[in-house]
C-alpha cells in the first residue's frame, strides 16, 4: 500500500497544488489480534490545516486506490472505516475533492406516531429509548429497547414502525376483533414489529427495569431508574455514524431534587455497540452509578469481567423461535465490580417478574462524564453462540483499552 500511495502522490502533486495538498494518514493497530471495519476519528479542522486548504473545503479519504466512505460530524470529525491487522499500519490519502455519496448505514428519529419512542440503527443491529408520550400514559420505560436484524444491511426500522403503526390495518383488524380473534390475531401478526418479517423484529421485553444498558445513579444502594428522555436532538444522522442527545429529569437524588441527566448516545456502522456519555447536573457529591442488563431467565449464562472490562448474558427472548439474544457491555474507564444481582420477590413483581439485573459498579463525581458502551447480538444473524459473544465482547473492550493510533 505504501508503494501505492507514493505513486499516487506523485500523480497528485502538481495536478492539486493549486488546491492544497494530499495528506497522508497512518493508522497503526497495537493489538495481538485484527481489526476489522473500525471507524477512525480525525479532527477535521486538523486535516484541512495540513492539507492548506479553506475551512470549508471538501476533502476524500482514498487508500491510495479508491474513495473510501465517509462523514463529516457534529463535533468536527472526519471519520471512516478502516481494516488493521495485527500490530501492523495502514497508510491512507487524503485529497480535495468532493467525496462520492454512500448508502445510509446508520440513523435514526423520533417516532411521534408511536409515543415519541427514539428509534436508530445501524447495518448490524437497531435501538429505541421510550418517549415523554410513554410516560405520560403513566408506563414506566427506563429502560433501552432492541431491534434484531438479519439478512440485511440496510434501514429496517422505519419499516418495522410503519407496519405496527399503520392505522388502516388496526381498523381492519378491530373491525372483525370481537366477531373472529383468530383472525384479528393473524392479521396482527401480518403487521407487528414483534413478528420476523424477514429482517428482524422487536423479540426483548424491557419492562420497569434498565432494560439493555441504560446507566441510573444509585442512592442508598437503591437504584435511581430515570423516566423517558424530556428533550432531544439528533446530532449525526449518517451515513457512518449517528447521534442523539437526551435530556432528562429533573429528578430527585438523596437531597438533590433538581438533578439533570444529558445522554450522548452514538451508534457507528459495523459495530454491535453504542457508546454513551453520561453527566449529571445539580449533583452535589459523589455517588455510585451502574449500568445494568435486566435479566429475565435465572439459568441465562453471564460473564461479569470487571478487570477486563466488560459483562454479558444471554437472553431467552420473549417467545419460542424467536432465538437467543447475547447482551454486553464494555468499559474503557475502570470500574469498581460487576455481577449479578438477583431482585427480592416483592422487587421482582414491581418489575414485571423480572429476575434482577447484570450490573456494573463505578463511581460519578459531579460534574464528570461517565462513558460506556453497550449493545447486542442475535443468533439469528452473525453471532450464534455465548462463547462467540464473548469473544467478539472481549475483544471490543481490548479495543477502547487500546485505540487505533493516527499519524501524520
Not at 73 to 88: C, M, N, Q, R, Y
Request: proline letters at 6%; a negative charge.
Amino acid at each position: 500500500m505504501k508503494h501505492t500511495l507514493l505513486i499516487a502522490l506523485s500523480l497528485l502533486a502538481a495536478s492539486c497544488a493549486h488546491r492544497g495538498e494530499p495528506l497522508p494518514v497512518t493508522v497503526s493497530n497495537p493489538l495481538e489480534a485484527d481489526r476489522t471495519n473500525e471507524i477512525v476519528e480525525l479532527s477535521i479542522k486538523d486535516v484541512r490545516k495540513r492539507m492548506k486548504v479553506s475551512d470549508t473545503a471538501s476533502v476524500v479519504v482514498t487508500d491510495g486506490l479508491r474513495q473510501l466512505p465517509q462523514q463529516l460530524t457534529h463535533d468536527g470529525k472526519l471519520i471512516f472505516p478502516v481494516s488493521i491487522k495485527a500490530k501492523e499500519s495502514n497508510t491512507y490519502l487524503i485529497i480535495p475533492g468532493t467525496p462520492d455519496s454512500i448508502p445510509t448505514k446508520a440513523c435514526g428519529r423520533m417516532y411521534p406516531e408511536r409515543l415519541e419512542d427514539i428509534a436508530w440503527e445501524n447495518d448490524l443491529v437497531g435501538f429505541r429509548a421510550y418517549g415523554p408520550a410513554l410516560q405520560a400514559r403513566g408506563e414506566r420505560g427506563y429502560g433501552y429497547d432492541l431491534f434484531t436484524k438479519r439478512g440485511t444491511d440496510r434501514p429496517v426500522v422505519e419499516q418495522m414502525y410503519a407496519l405496527e403503526t399503520d392505522k388502516a390495518a388496526w381498523k381492519r383488524i378491530n373491525a372483525v376483533r370481537k366477531s373472529n380473534p383468530e383472525l384479528a390475531a393473524r392479521m396482527i401478526d401480518t403487521i407487528s414489529y414483534h413478528k420476523d418479517h424477514g429482517f428482524g423484529m422487536d423479540c426483548y421485553a424491557v419492562g420497569p427495569t434498565l432494560g439493555a444498558g441504560v446507566a441510573a445513579l444509585m442512592y442508598e444502594g437503591e437504584i435511581v431508574y430515570p423516566w423517558c428522555y424530556q428533550s432531544y436532538e439528533i446530532l449525526d444522522n449518517g451515513p457512518l455514524r449517528f447521534t442523539v442527545k437526551l435530556v432528562f429529569g429533573p429528578t430527585q437524588v438523596g437531597d438533590d431534587s433538581e438533578v439533570i441527566e444529558t445522554r450522548i448516545i452514538t451508534l457507528d456502522a459495523g459495530s454491535h455497540f453504542n457508546k454513551t456519555s453520561v453527566n449529571y447536573a445539580n449533583l452535589s457529591k459523589p455517588c455510585p452509578i451502574v449500568t445494568g442488563i435486566v435479566l429475565h431467565d435465572r439459568s441465562g449464562a453471564t460473564v461479569t469481567n470487571a478487570t477486563e472490562g466488560y459483562m454479558a448474558y444471554e437472553d431467552p427472548t420473549t417467545g419460542p423461535g424467536q432465538g437467543i439474544i447475547y447482551l454486553g457491555h464494555a468499559f474503557a474507564q475502570e470500574i469498581n465490580r460487576a455481577e449479578v444481582c438477583h431482585f427480592s420477590p416483592e422487587e421482582k413483581q414491581r418489575r414485571n417478574n423480572a429476575e434482577g439485573h447484570v450490573l456494573a459498579f463505578a463511581e460519578y463525581t459531579p460534574e464528570s462524564t461517565f462513558t460506556y458502551h453497550w449493545g447486542f447480538a442475535w443468533n439469528q444473524a452473525d453471532i450464534h453462540s455465548m462463547e462467540e459473544w464473548n469473544e467478539h465482547l472481549s475483544h471490543y473492550a481490548q479495543t477502547l483499552k487500546q485505540p487505533l493510533e493516527v499519524t501524520y
